[in-house]
Structures are given as C-alpha cells and as structure tokens.
C-alpha cells in the first residue's frame, strides 16, 4: 500500500511539472490588449489648494504712552469691550500732585494779572489827570498873555500921557509894574506847563510799562494752562482705553506689572475688531496665482472641524511677493463670515480655491492623456486654462511650443527631415528667448511677436507646398479668437484594434477628469487609458549550460 502511494505521489509530481514547463506563454487570447475608459459628461471643478491662517479683519495693538505701574485691570481675554472703554489703569498718584501744583501756578499767574491790570489802569487815570493839568495851564498861559498884552497897552498909552505932561508917574509906574507882573505869570505858567508835559511822558512810559507786565502776565498764564493741559493729558493716559469694538484676543500685562514706555509704546492688549468676519492669509504658489480672482469661492476646514465645509471667497491677492528658499509665493485674502464665532484667530485652515466649475462637462480621464503607445513620440499633454499659440512670452514659451510641436506632428506629419528641422528651428527659438532676460516688458512682448513671426516663416519655408497649407490654416485659427484650452492627444482604437491618435482641445481639470473642449471624439466615445503590448528586451543565446551525471 504504501508503494502504491508513492508511485502515485511521484506520478502527480511528474504531471504537474510537466504542466509547468509546458504551459502556454502570456494572459489569456481573449483578454483585450489594451484598457479603454468611456467618455462621459459630469462636473469638473478646477481648484487650487493652499494652506493659511485666520486673522481678524482688523487687529488693534492698544499700548501705554506713559510708564508707571498697572494698579487694575478690567479686561481679560475674550473680554468684549467698547470704543474708549477703560481696559487697565496706571498708577496715577504722582500726576495728580502735579496736576494740583500746576493749577496752583496757574491761579497765581491769573492773580497777578489782576494786579497788573489795577496798575494799567491807575496808570491810565494819572495820565488822565496829567492831561487835564496840562489843559489847565495850557488855558492860564493863554489868560496870562492877554492880561499882559492888556498891561502893554495900558503902559503905552501912560506913557504917551506922561511924555504929553497930561498923565502922572504913579500911573505910568502901575502900568509898569503890571506889564512886568504879567511877565512874571506868564512865564511861570510856561514853567508848570513843560513840567506838566514832562510828566505826562512819563505817564505815557509807565502806562506801557504796565502793558507790557499784563502781557507777560497772559503769556505766563497761558504757559502754566499749557503745562496743567500736558499734566491733564498724562492723567488721561494713565486709564488706557479700547480705541475700537471689538473683543480681547491677547493680554500681555499683569497685575502690579511695571510698564516702561521710555524708547516705544508697550503693547498692553490685542483687540480684535470684529470676529463675526474673519480672514484668512493663504500662501499661494506663483503657478496658480494667475487663476485666482476677486470673489471667487473658497471651501476650506480648519483641524477644530475636520467634518465641517467652511465657505468663504477671494478678497484680492496681495501684489507684493515673497522669496523663501527660493520658492515665491503671494498672499491671498479670503473674507469668510463667521457668524456662529466657530473660527478663531490663528487657525490652521486647509482651502480650496474653486476657480472654475463646469456642471455638465464632457469629460476624458487624465489616464488617457498620459497614454502613448509603444514607439510614440511626445510626452503626456497636460490640462489647464487658457490660450495656447506660438511662444510668446515667459513661463508659458517652453509649453506653448511643445503643443506647437505636438500639434504639427500629428496634423501635418512631417517627413523626419521636416520634424528634424522644426525642432532645430524651435530649439533656436529658447536660446534667443534666455537673451531677452534683461529687457524691459514692453521691449519682451515686442522682441516675442518679432521672434514668433519670424519661426511662422521659417517653418513654413521648411515645409512642403501641402504641409505648407495645413500649417498657415493652423497658424490663421491661432490669429483670430484666442482658442480657449490647451491642445492635446488622447488614443481611440481603429478597425485593426490598434491605438489611433486623436487631437483635442482640453479645458480645466480636477486631477482625475478633464474637460474636453474639441476634437474629433464625441460622448460615449471609447479612449485608451492603459494596456498594449511592452517594450521587452531579447535575451542573448547562452551556451546549454552541461547536465552533471545522472545518480539514478
């Protein structure tokens, strides 16, 4: 019994190696070589993905202008305050006393002002009074000069008597002694009247002397009001105020803390005006920052929500760059309404940025735009937005003549002199492109348009008379409406089974799916993903490598 399971044992060994090393080579006959994927319609939504952080709309640093120590506080974090509402106190009792000294000084100065006006104004009355003395004398000089011109008259006419025998010597002598008592007067009037006047002088000078101590008094009072201003100002400084509406998101002072304001102002709070609308700064790479527009929408999550779909839109995109490690981003601003308060400042948030959104469109999967057949030529298209032509100018040159290339190749099928010819002629093109680095924009779109029409003509002089055709067909649709998309290549199957090129013109992509702008393929069509036969390298005859001797 046992011989005869081991004899059986050794007869299925036997059979299954035989099957092994002759079992036929490949997958089964009926397993078609190549994988297909149907064209369908759906939504396609373009969207650029990007990391920022949530910032309040407006953020206000309240300070201190004045050192001193903090003796309270009335707000804290989350607190919501009102604009001018007192958040923290300084200590404040050295001002005052400066406050009340500084009034002190002022009331002084407004007494002696008082003073000093009295003094002006007696000033005023003694010129007064002089002025009417001087009047006075002025009017008995005048009485004086007439009784002496009468006394004159008097002792001429005595004198005419006396010579005449007719008149007396006493009268002649009255007459005499008048004219010389009015003389006497009226000098003496004279005398009173220049001391009068010589006192009215100094009237004058001691009414301006007194005028010019009330000014000195208004200039020392409104000095010492400027001071008790500048102190009332620093009283007011000691109770620091929210300037805004809005909430507390930091508060970096304590209790007993000491402020020092000597070189800049301390930030005591972080005030947040409004948290019911929030931003978010995202970094957004300088390859998708052409596609982001004012108002677009933006989904994103934060890692407090990773179930929730906040939305929001595209506020602007800041024009300044920045340069780290040699990558250049931008800031974008997304406004996003935070009515329920769910978003804080400083959060994390993971957006995407939809900037294109196609309901209904036909789509191809981007496994049939990477495919190429064994022995093709090119490399996979890729999906995008936006008008492709001849290069024209910056980062979109080297593209844009790739799908000149690619597009040449597979409409007019050049001869391989032909194909060698055009890639000369645009490789030529790169190297005149890399000499244009130092002009201005202006100067670089006008060297572009130079250099494009100079390789439409060289192309087409490479080109036979047919080919020539097609080429200036192709270059006359590039010149009139920008063609939307990019163009590029999918594989459909022929009645051979064999993959067939197809140029199309692609829209936008959402990674899996792009959109199918035209072509010659229609809904329903069936495009090649995968599959086919591969490249597989023959192996050299080797020499049969010797059998040892058999030991049974």
Do not use: C, H
């Amino acid at each position: 019994m046992r011989k005869w399971l081991i004899g059986t044992g050794l007869f299925v060994l036997a059979a299954a190696g035989g099957y092994w090393a002759l079992r036929p080579a490949g997958g089964n006959a009926n397993e078609p070589p190549y994988r297909t994927a149907t064209l369908d319609r759906g939504r396609i939504t373009a969207a650029v993905r990007a990391t920022g952080t949530l910032t309040p709309v407006t953020t206000v640093l309240v300070g201190s202008q004045l050192s001193g120590q903090i003796v309270e506080l009335l707000a804290d974090y989350n607190t919501q305050v009102k604009a001018g509402q007192v958040v923290a106190r300084l200590q404040s009792d050295q001002i005052r006393t400066r406050r009340d000294a500084a009034q002190a000084d002022l009331e002084q100065a407004r007494a002696d002002l008082v003073v000093k006006n009295a003094q002006l104004e007696r000033a005023r009355a003694a010129r007064i009074k002089a002025d009417s003395i001087i009047r006075d004398l002025e009017a008995q000089r005048t009485r004086t000069s007439a009784q002496l011109a009468d006394a004159k008259r008097t002792f001429e006419r005595q004198d005419q008597l006396f010579n005449r025998s007719t008149g007396s010597q006493q009268n002649l002598d009255t007459a005499r002694t008048q004219v010389e008592v009015q003389t006497a007067s009226l000098a003496s009037n004279e005398a009173q009247l220049a001391s009068a006047r010589t006192e009215l002088k100094g009237l004058d000078a001691d009414i301006q002397l007194a005028e010019g101590q009330v000014q000195a008094s208004q200039a020392l009072i409104g000095s010492r009001d400027a001071k008790l201003r500048d102190i009332l100002i620093d009283l007011e400084r000691t109770q620091i105020r929210s300037p805004v509406d809005g909430v507390v998101v930091q508060r970096q002072v304590d209790l007993g803390q000491t402020v020092a304001a000597s070189l800049s102002s301390p930030t005591l709070f972080q005030i947040a005006q409004d948290l019911r609308t929030i931003d978010i700064y995202a970094n957004i790479d300088e390859a998708d920052v052409g596609r982001l527009k004012p108002g677009q929408p933006v989904s994103f999550t934060v890692n407090a929500y990773p179930n929730r779909n906040f939305q929001g839109r595209v506020e602007m995109v800041r024009l300044g760059a920045q340069t780290i490690q040699n990558v250049v981003t931008y800031t974008g601003i997304i406004r996003v309404e935070n009515r329920d308060m769910a978003l804080l400042p400083g959060m994390t948030a993971n957006l995407q940025v939809v900037t294109e959104d196609r309901p209904d469109a036909l789509r191809v999967p981007n496994a049939a735009l990477r495919f190429r057949p064994v022995g093709a030529a090119g490399a996979p298209a890729t999906a995008g937005t936006g008008p492709v032509a001849l290069p024209d100018a910056g980062e979109r040159a080297p593209r844009a003549a790739n799908a000149l290339r690619e597009r040449i190749e597979t409409e007019l099928q050049p001869t391989p002199e032909q194909k060698q010819a055009i890639a000369g002629i645009l490789k030529e093109r790169r190297g005149n492109r890399e000499a244009m680095a130092g002009l201005s924009p202006e100067e670089r779109r006008a060297a572009f348009r130079t250099a494009r029409n100079e390789i439409v003509t060289k192309i087409g002089a490479v080109l036979d008379p047919e080919r020539r055709a097609k080429f200036e067909a192709i270059m006359q649709e590039g010149r009139g409406a920008p063609r939307q998309g990019v163009p590029g290549r999918v594989y459909v199957l022929d009645e051979a089974g064999l993959p067939k090129p197809v140029p199309v013109t692609l829209g936008p992509t959402d990674g899996a799916f792009t959109e199918l702008l035209g072509g010659e393929v229609r809904d329903g069509a069936q495009v090649v993903t995968g599959g086919g036969p591969r490249l597989t390298t023959t192996p050299e005859p080797t020499a049969p490598r010797p059998r040892g001797p058999r030991l049974f």
